[in-house]
């Protein structure tokens, strides 16, 4: 009873009690936080991104994430709003244990797409690259990202990126990973047959910035994967499909072939329901195999944007994905794929111990994520245009959806 006294006044004043292995948390995933490894923060200040840090942290509290990536999208060069890591230190050192970044999408991606613009890789470009990833490498980050090797465009406001994936620059940032022990964060939709026919029909009311065909790329994903064996390279949004090629049996045959390879999970509606994780909100059995059968190598990524709450916008959510995905694994497995694989990842040091929790985390109900999304109009929930407001005269502030 004394003891059940002592743990009750701690929750009262918000101390935290570390449970025992005969409590709930020893079985049950709902008891374990998570780290979400891709997410991003949506402002146009630097007081903005301590706003929507804020207005993150509620919402990580509510469903158990213990800390976030944060990182900047995938830019293009002189894209409008470009921003770098550089908007996310004041953060990440304001709340430590809460918050670690990543860097690259707004300084090593604009230099990959200018290369590629170029059709040519000049020792000038790459020693702009290179000095720019060990100046990311010095600021603390715990990985290079987010890069784009083929993202659609999911907005008329958005380009469409494309790189080959054993570009030379790539090449050289799996050296530049491989040599500070930093992971590369990844977004490639997979196009594993050549010439593949755009899918203009899922798109067309989103954008018309989309090629008429698409090259193929997974081949030359394992040759940057053969190129540095050192450099971990995770392909991030694995579940959330929209050629139909990104598929459990690809993950599989990827993953027996290549050990430098992860993947981090994504679950949203707006995708293929072929190859998405949940189904009716259950997670499907060949998920479940395929995590078993490599259980060292998946990580959690809603790839949700927490957008400053006083900006007129809103984004699709993805923020109960990862707890219904990490609810339903074995225990064992879930431990792994909630925070032991991203410690050994990313190298953070996550005590075991400081993961499980009295509370029972569980997805949190539909107006809740409403106020999660930002201030935009009417239900949305999508990628496409009409789905959020911008501010007065018409202007849209920020990245568009879909990243």
């Keep these: 009873m004394r003891c059940l006294g002592f743990v009750l006044a701690c929750s009262l004043v918000g ?91 707004g300084l090593l991606n604009p230099v990959i797409q200018k290369a590629v613009a170029a059709g040519k890789t000049t020792d000038a470009m790459k020693k702009e690259f290179r000095k720019k990833a060990e100046e990311i490498a010095r600021a603390g980050a715990v990985g290079f990202g987010e890069f784009a090797a083929e993202h659609f ?19 050289l940032l799996a050296d530049i990973a491989a040599e500070k ?18 899918p203009r029909d899922r798109f067309t009311a989103r954008s018309d910035r989309n090629p008429e065909t698409l090259k193929e790329n997974v081949t030359g994903l394992e040759r940057l994967l053969a190129h540095n064996r050192k450099a971990k390279i995770i392909w991030v949004h694995a579940g959330w499909d929209h050629t139909g090629h990104f598929s459990v049996e690809l993950l599989r045959r990827l993953l027996q072939a290549h050990p430098n390879l992860y993947f981090s999970v994504k679950d949203h509606y707006h995708s293929l329901a072929q190859n998405r994780l949940l189904d ?71 005590k075991p111990e400081e993961m499980a929790s009295e509370r029972s985390y569980q997805p949190l109900p539909q107006e809740e994520l409403l106020e999660g999304r930002g201030r935009g109009q009417g239900q949305g929930g999508g990628e496409g245009p009409g789905r959020r407001r911008g501010p007065p005269g018409g202007r849209r502030r920020g990245p568009p959806q879909g990243f």
């Design 280 to 350: 009716n909100g259950r997670l499907k059995p060949e998920w479940i195999e395929l995590m078993s059968d490599f259980p060292d190598r998946f990580l959690l990524g809603s790839d949700m944007f927490y957008p400053d709450p006083s900006l007129p916008m809103r984004f699709p959510d993805s923020t109960n994905g990862s707890r219904e995905i990490l609810n339903q694994l074995p225990m064992d497995l879930a431990r792994k794929v909630a925070f032991e694989n991203t410690g050994l990842v990313y190298g953070l040091g996550i």
């Design 181 to 198: 022990g930093l992971p590369i964060d990844l977004h490639m939709e997979a196009v594993a047959e050549p010439d593949f026919p755009f």
């Design 15 to 105: 101390v935290r009690v570390p449970v025992t292995a005969a409590e709930p948390a020893a079985t049950d995933p709902s008891h374990l936080e998570y780290i979400e490894t891709h997410i991003h923060l949506h402002a146009d200040s630097p007081a903005g991104y301590e706003a929507a840090a804020q207005h993150a942290l509620k919402f990580m509290d509510k469903v158990g994430i213990r800390e976030c990536l944060i990182m900047p999208p995938p830019f293009t060069p002189g894209q409008d709003h470009l921003y770098t890591y550089k908007s996310l230190l004041a953060v990440v050192k304001g709340h430590p244990g809460r918050f670690a970044f990543l860097g690259g999408g």
């Design 153 to 171: 465009s999911f907005d008329r406001n958005h380009p469409h990126i494309s790189a080959p994936p054993d570009h030379e620059l790539f090449k």
